[in-house]
């Protein structure tokens, strides 16, 4: 793993992450309509899916950058909450178990301005990332399940446990997250620290 990361903009993984936040319309046009409905589930698994690569590949070949660090958690949270606004538009996911990540994801955001506007950073957690790779298995195919696809029963049923067990381990992570958070303000308030 590299101990350093560069300030590069055009590198492989930054242009995965731009690449799948490229094709967040693209599957919301999908899922919308009942025509091409099971494609844009399947498309929306597809660009959940790189999440991982773009992070495989960074750390492989040395291609860490700090505009990957904020891009691609963004484009976690983007496709997140597009995916499940459009699922719920159509009645293939219920609205509260949506909220119930897309309310901790916008208050997240928020912090991450904060954090941002004093140029501050709080890096990111395992078990933050394995949460998120639980939601992005689980929504899709509870939405398959929902919408009656080949193999609905078996889709549904581990859509929700992977579903769950993301939600549980997603609420672990903000709490260590605020707890990151509160020591990066105490380290940027100690005199000479810079921010």
Known sequence: MPANSSHKILTVPNAISFARILLIPVVVVLIVQESTRGWGILLLGIVVGTDWIDGRIARKYNQ??????????????????????????????????????????????????????????????????????????????????????????????????????????????????MGDLRVAFQQAQEPGKSA
Not at 96 to 125: C, E, G, N
Not at 130 to 154: E, Q, R
Request: zero cysteines; proline letters at 4%; a neutral charge.
């Open 64 to 177: 860490v950058s700090e505009l990957g660090k904020i891009l691609d958690p963004t484009a976690d949270r983007l496709i997140i909450a597009a995916g499940l606004i459009a699922l719920v538009a159509i009645d293939a996911f219920p609205l509260w178990a949506a909220v119930l990540v897309i309310a901790r994801d916008l208050f997240f955001m928020l912090v991450w301005i904060v954090l941002l506007s004093k140029h501050l950073r709080i890096d990111v957690r395992y078990i933050g990332k394995t949460a998120t790779f639980m939601l992005m298995l689980g929504i899709p195919l509870i939405a398959w399940g929902n919408l009656g696809f080949w193999a609905a029963p078996t889709a549904l049923v581990i859509g929700w446990m992977s579903y769950v067990a993301g939600v549980v381990e997603y609420y672990i992570a903000a709490g260590l997250y």
